[in-house]
């Protein structure tokens, strides 16, 4: 854990959090001086304007392409149920961002001033020069970034008892547990397979530490459901275990894979952390500002499942006896789990209808502007290019989404 010191460099904004609540960061780099204005400019600039993902996309467009027909990939001996299921669920799509980051990061390959035009071999070591790696291994990348990513969703849902995703029925909803639960092993299988195909020990190495904090964190908020005790600080660690660890996984390994320098590769790590919690944040913001129509599942999910997120952590604070809150909360889940949900679904409403006219949502949001702050921070080294230019604005892309 850094310093109190060091906390108070991370953001300028006023919703600053209690030292101790932050999750553990790096310290912020010196300050770049004009490369750092320019690219806090740029992204000061997108969050005026709606960004259309599909457009910061374009630079990537034939790579991702790539990376969903190679995820539609089935064995022929694979058993045909599993098959048609895998292959149904890839074929809902999603946004696609964690294989999107990590194709653009590597784009940045081009706009970095001090690149050594080398790549790395397995072992690490570089010595061919960089036009030579073969897309193949980016592609197989932002393959297994992406497949890791559904496997853990088609786990949650059975953990969750989720039916619906995205408005569309979820593997859960016509399997059984059983079925699903090794639906996803064979997705977590497919994922491991795409690394090994980078050739590249470090980042298979990557992937494999992400795979472990990934399951620590899953264990963590299944232990912490209903347990209004615990701090920001829980909720921290949880949204970097559960989300920023991919997307931090995603940035570092196609770092590695185009033989970055090793402070170029240390900022992308950075910058996939940085996004990742910020996405998970306004995600959490959504999940009371939303509708059921725009998140494909109900408003205030978080809350009937007994996961604390950072707005109702804040709503918390906010209250002179936060107990009277949580007490009435726990007491409608008992009532829900002996028949009677009703209550619980009204519990819940009325609850996220006064996070909604709270200060909370607000603070949350600057805690997600901060962390965007320091991912701009992160891609002031490299010089302009389309890539550079569409990760600023998929940070702004971030925080004005509504779904």
């Not at 297994?144 to 989720?162: C, K, N, P, R, S």
Request: charged share 20%; with cysteine.
């Amino acid at each position: 854990m850094v310093d109190q010191v060091q906390f108070e460099q991370f953001t300028d904004t006023e919703a600053k959090p209690l030292a101790q609540d932050r999750p553990p960061m790096t310290p912020r780099p010196v300050d770049l001086g004009a490369r750092d204005e320019i690219a806090h400019e740029s992204f000061r600039r997108a969050l005026l304007t709606p960004q259309d993902a599909s457009v910061l996309l374009a630079p990537v467009r034939g790579g991702l392409e790539q990376v969903e027909e190679k995820m539609k990939s089935v064995d022929a001996d694979v058993f045909a149920p599993l098959a048609n299921a895998f292959l149904e669920l890839i074929g809902q799509g999603g946004k696609r961002l964690r294989p999107a980051l990590a194709l653009l990061a590597a784009g940045l390959q081009d706009a970095n001033p001090e690149h050594n035009n080398s790549r790395p071999n397995v072992d690490g070591t570089q010595t061919a020069p960089v036009e030579n790696l073969n897309a193949h291994t980016l592609i197989a990348l932002a393959a297994a970034v992406e497949m890791l990513h559904t496997a853990t969703l088609v786990h949650d849902d059975v953990i969750d008892g989720a039916l619906l995703r995205r408005d569309a029925p979820t593997l859960n909803a016509s399997w059984s547990a059983g079925a699903t639960v090794l639906a996803g092993d064979y997705m977590f299988a497919r994922s491991a397979q795409f690394a090994a195909e980078t050739d590249n020990v470090r980042v298979i190495t990557i992937f494999s530490d992400t795979l472990r904090v990934i399951v620590d964190g899953e264990m963590r908020q299944l232990s912490d459901r209903n347990d209004f005790r615990q701090d920001r600080q829980a909720y921290y660690q949880r949204i970097y275990a559960k989300t920023a660890s991919l997307y931090s996984a995603a940035t570092e390994a196609a770092a590695v894979l185009v033989g970055l320098s090793p402070d170029r590769v240390q900022a992308l790590k950075s910058f996939g952390y940085q996004f990742g919690m910020a996405f998970q944040i306004v995600d959490d913001i959504l999940d009371f500002v939303g509708t059921d129509a725009t998140l494909g599942k109900p408003v205030g999910s978080d809350l009937r499942q007994g996961t604390l997120t950072l707005p109702f952590l804040y709503y918390l604070r906010e209250l002179p006896q936060p107990q009277k809150v949580v007490s009435r909360l726990l007491q409608a889940r008992e009532r829900a789990d002996a028949g009677d949900p009703g209550i619980l679904s009204a519990t819940v409403q009325e609850i996220v209808q006064a996070v909604r006219a709270s200060g909370a949502i607000e603070a949350a949001h600057q805690e997600a502007l901060g962390f965007l702050d320091h991912a701009v921070h992160d891609l002031a080294p490299f010089n302009d290019n389309l890539c550079q230019r569409s990760l600023l604005g998929l940070c702004a892309f971030v925080v004005q989404r509504s779904s």
